[in-house]
């Protein structure tokens, strides 16, 4: 099976721009997660997407926002971007069956805000 | 809210040896799952090892086992005949346990320790 995969894998922009991510989980799963990595906040979760509806959100502005589509693919969009969004955002795929439901990651897209 | 915690922000061992890394964490759940995940410098996050917290016996796969205390709150890796690939950021993550409908639910992860092993 294919592993997670994320495209773009980098992106720069500039400080009041938006950006989407997109995240293609393993095929036959349905919930997709993701997370914002950076030195100083480390690992951070920002929603949680299942069958097209967001069902977990993180502490995060409304600026990062999310969707899924119906074949489980999902993007993240974060508008009027900050220097502090500057970050490797992951995405992760799970069956989204609750209980013992491992999360696969993707490489990440590397955020680069100017 | 849950916390996670690695004590050790970096460490380095030389192939072969035995290393083990620590990680404890607080919750008021009773119900719950702790990770191990590495994430080379490829970045790529790969999952090392799993263990239910309803589970005594400790998980193990292959060179690579825990120490699950469940009264303590402590969930160190283990780490047999370390490999030169072994080098990564490591990272302990607890997840509580959700039924179904409330879908799948956050990792929360400690800050990580930072592995390297030497020639």
């Known amino acids: 099976k294919a592993g997670v995969t994320q495209t773009p894998r980098y992106l720069i922009k500039t400080r009041g721009q938006q950006v989407t991510l997109s995240c293609s989980p393993i095929?036959?799963?349905?919930?997709v997660s993701w997370y914002q990595q950076t030195p100083g906040q480390g690992l951070q979760f920002l929603f949680e997407?299942?069958?097209?509806?967001?069902?977990n959100k993180g502490n995060f502005p409304g600026r990062f926002s999310g969707r899924q589509f119906s074949n489980s693919r999902s993007e993240m969009n974060v508008s009027t971007l900050e220097l502090g969004d500057s970050a490797l955002y992951l995405c992760?795929?799970?069956?989204?069956?609750?209980?013992?439901?491992?999360?696969?990651f993707g490489p990440g897209t590397r955020l680069t805000v100017l | 809210a849950q916390t996670v915690t690695q004590s050790q922000p970096e460490m380095s061992v030389q192939e072969a040896e035995t290393v083990t890394l620590s990680c404890t964490y607080d919750t008021s759940e009773n119900n719950y799952y702790l990770f191990w995940y590495k994430q080379p410098p490829s970045r790529q996050m790969i999952l090392v090892i799993r263990?239910?917290?309803?589970?005594?016996q400790n998980a193990t796969e292959n060179r690579f086992s825990v120490n699950f205390q469940k009264a303590a709150k402590s969930f160190s890796l283990k780490i047999s005949d370390s490999q030169l690939g072994d080098t990564a950021m490591y990272f302990c993550a607890f997840m509580k346990h959700a039924a179904v409908i409330q879908g799948a639910q956050k990792l929360v992860f400690g800050q990580g320790t930072r592995l390297t092993i030497n020639p």
């Open positions: 095929s036959g799963h349905r919930s």
């Open positions: 992760a795929s799970s069956l989204g069956l609750g209980g013992t439901d491992t999360q696969y």
């Open positions: 263990q239910e917290a309803y589970k005594q």
């Open positions: 997407y299942f069958s097209e509806t967001q069902r």
